[in-house]
Nanobody, 126 residues
Framework: VQLVESGGGLAQSGGSLRLSCVAS????????MGWFRQIPGKEREFVAA????????YYADSVKGRITISRDNAKNTMYLQMNSLKPEDTALYYC????????????????????WGQGTQVTVSS
């Protein structure tokens, strides 16, 4: 299993970024996927999750209305469209694969995910 994130970078407050996560080594279309973020010294924080088909999506309250998760199963790729960025969005962003196929249980818990990408840094300046 391999997950490779890209798309991070430096953005101004109010700006936008689009993160991508390319997956390989498993049947992407049968697993829910999630995005998490982490600031040094803090626990990894749930950002968003999408069901295996992408039909159902879930968001942390802190990003609702600003961030959209989506996936293209034909391309084995998941996205995180980030709009109206705030300095507090600054973090290392990870994509992760749900531990169990066809399962969305406890999607907000990092323990429910078994594979993680290396992360992509997002920095938002004020």
């Amino acid at each position: 299993v391999q997950l490779v994130e890209s798309g991070g970078g430096l953005a101004q407050s109010g700006g936008s970024l689009r993160l991508s996560c390319v997956a390989s080594g498993f049947t992407f279309s049968t697993y829910a996927m999630g995005w998490f973020r982490q600031i040094p010294g803090k626990e990894r924080e749930f950002v968003a999750a999408a069901s295996w088909s992408g039909t159902y999506t879930y968001y942390a309250d802190s990003v609702k209305g600003r961030i959209t998760i989506s996936r293209d199963n034909a391309k084995n790729t998941m996205y995180l469209q980030m709009n109206s960025l705030k300095p507090e969005d600054t973090a290392l962003y990870y994509c992760a694969k749900k531990r169990v196929s066809y399962s969305l249980g406890q999607y907000e818990s990092s323990f429910e995910y078994d594979y993680w990408g290396q992360g992509t840094q997002v920095t938002v300046s004020s």
